[in-house]
């Protein structure tokens, strides 16, 4: 098993920053990739970006060139740097984990609002 926390959310005008994190425990070993993914309402929840146990990275395209995944292992973290916030951003943000064997862990999500 697999148990993700994250923070970091909150209420920000458009044009700023913020940094969410995914605290992670339990069975680190099983995890292949560490992604981010995003859900507004009404619409369905899409992958924003991930990061893969050996570092590499990949971004929905509409999101590359604003928000940076990242990983800390020694405190078993993973963030999202998101710069240049939109109201389009809006949405409730989880962290992911997705194991060797397939299988999907979720976090409780983190509310993002971007004000304009």
């Known amino acids: 098993q697999v148990q993700l926390v994250e923070s970091g959310g909150g209420l920000v005008q458009a044009g700023g920053s913020l940094r969410l994190s995914c605290a992670i425990s339990?069975?680190?070993?099983?995890?292949?990739?560490m992604n981010w993914y995003r859900q507004a309402p009404g619409k369905q929840r899409g992958m924003v970006a991930g990061?893969?146990?050996?570092?590499?990275?990949n971004y929905a395209e509409s999101v590359k060139d604003r928000f940076t995944i990242s990983r800390d292992n020694a405190k078993n973290t993973v963030y999202l740097q998101i710069n240049s916030l939109k109201p389009e951003d809006t949405a409730v943000y989880y962290c992911?984990?997705?194991?060797?064997?397939?299988?999907?862990?979720w976090g409780q999500g983190t509310q993002v609002t971007v004000s304009s």
């Open positions: 339990g069975s680190i070993f099983s995890i292949n990739q």
């Open positions: 990061i893969t146990s050996s570092g590499r990275t």
């Open positions: 992911n984990a997705y194991s060797f064997i397939k299988r999907h862990y």
